[in-house]
């Protein structure tokens, strides 16, 4: 059992993303097979640097990664020290996680209409400003980088705080606090520099998933980006699913770059936490700064009533939209609401949800089997580096790979190869979710089932799962959340012939129906919500 376990994983995981790898590895050099391309050849790399507006491309996926990131993280940390000091934190954390089970694309498809050129806020403003066509201003890549980035940090800034607070609870911070209290600093100085770095230190991995979102993420870039050019994980699409074949060796040339672009970002990254770390260290030597903790933590105030305003306004103007009847710019509201939408529509939405449902389940529940498998027949619960592979390469840049690894071992279409493509990405959170509480079961109750006779199976299921029904159920509720969200995925392994809400939404978004891409937004963020408060249920 300790064989097939480690070769699940292996197999779920590992093979398929290095596999993937390799299949954009080998057409980016002119080595495509299946499309006649038999003599490796520099032509693709050649042919994709240069394309028009590459570099401008590059460069605007970097920027949007780094910056969302850095502004993210600070704003986490800021607010990761105000909660630990104040009674509200426990409420607010209860609070994180359903904003970090929204997923991105529900967000964006209400930010679009929320910020828009002709959106509500200047819909609301419009009046006012004797305002009768929208403002030219807001048109242009500059905005559309500006409203993109906005809404990475808004989204990612909650999941790293989740990430933060459960680091800085593991950490015994009585005496740190005890210290710095006697030479005079804060609470909240004191958590930014005695502990703060400690949080980063063990946050690293959640960090770099975060940067290499902003740098490779699609959807958004899908439904808020800039068009002429366009990013560059959207530049990589279009090479990729373009009607003449031969340039899906561009495609994967262009692939390549997004790596590189990554890695550059990463090294940004590296390079940039050093010299904030010489920063730091000048602010210690400064000892207690009252005044300037005290700006700090209004700022972490501020970010937070931002957050969740601008999340409460994305989920209103969806539900405006859904229900409006004619809504014509500058009017602040729609002449009128009905339900006709809804009525029309249900039937098409419960068929995607319904599949959505079946694809996030299925892939949870065999997420979950496969990490409890591990773990048991293991005895390890340090998790392998590479189960993490996934989570920091771009999608778009190995899953074309994959995409033709299925074709050549004969795996068409359908809900099973979007199932497996979903495992790639739910498989890590999942695992991340269960190895802690696994490891800090108290071994002696498993000693005392095997002591009176019972056998690893019966103890496995009476014994150890009930134990852990909390971080399982949670374990559950995130792998369906992950899954829920996925667009990529679902697009490449599907062929376009497996729908869900999320490849709906961001068809509906990028031109459709904003009525019905609005109704899709809500029921897509419906989901995940279902699967958090069944788990809570589940826990108690």
Known sequence: MKLVARGLLLALVLVPTLAGLVGVLAPAVGYLPVLGFTEPSLAPLTRVLALPGLGQAAAMSLAVGLVSTTLALLLAVAITAGLQ????????????????????????VGAAFLLAPSGWLVRLVADPLDMQTPPAFAYGAGYDLLVLGAVLVLKETP???????????????????????????????????????????????AIVTVLVYGIGNLELALVLGPTAPPLLPVLVLDLMTHPDLARRL??????????????????????????????????????PTPTLTRWLARIGDLATTLL?????????????????????????FPAVLHLDLWQRRVPDLL???????LIAVTTALIALAVVLLWLETTGRTTLPSWLWLPLVVPQIAFLFGLQMLMLVIGLGPGLGPVILAHLLFVLPY??????????????????????????????FC?????????????????????SVALYLPTLFAGGGRVT????????????????????????????????????????R
């Not at 509200?88 to 089970?101: K, Y």
């Not at 459960?166 to 005695?194: H, P, Q, W």
């Open 351 to 357: 068929a995607h949800a319904g599949t959505t449902a």
């Open 85 to 108: 000091s104040r009674r509200v934190s426990r409420w607010l954390e209860r609070l994180a996680a359903p904003l970090i089970a929204v997923p991105h694309l529900s967000i964006a």
């Open 500 to 539: 869900t809400l999320a490849t709906e939404a961001v068809t509906l978004a990028q031109g459709g129906d904003r009525r019905l891409a609005a109704a899709t937004g809500i029921v897509l963020a419906l989901l995940p919500a279902v699967a958090l408060l069944a788990a809570r249920r589940l826990a």
């Open 462 to 482: 009476k014994i150890k799962l009930p134990l852990l029904k909390a971080p399982l159920a949670l374990a559950l509720a995130v792998g369906i959340s992950v």
């Open 159 to 205: 999941f790293l705080v989740a990430v933060l607070v459960a680091v800085a609870r593991s950490i015994d911070e009585r005496r740190s606090l005890a210290l710095a209290r006697s030479l005079g600093y804060g609470d909240i100085e004191a958590r930014l520099k005695l502990l703060a770095p400690a949080w980063l230190a063990r946050s690293k991995l």
């Open 308 to 332: 969740l305003a601008f999340l409460a306004l994305t989920f209103v103007v969806l539900a405006l939209w859904s229900l409006a009847g004619p809504w014509r710019f500058p009017d602040p």
């Open 430 to 459: 999942t695992a991340l979710l269960v190895a802690d509480s696994w490891a800090d079961q108290d071994p002696r109750y498993a000693a005392m089932a095997r002591s009176l006779g019972h056998g690893p199976w019966t103890t």
């Open 250 to 287: 561009d495609g994967a040339a262009a692939a390549l770059l997004l790596i590189a672009t990554t890695a550059l970002g990463y090294a940004a990254y590296r390079i940039g936490a050093a010299l904030a770390g010489l920063a730091f260290g000048a602010w210690l030597a400064t000892g």
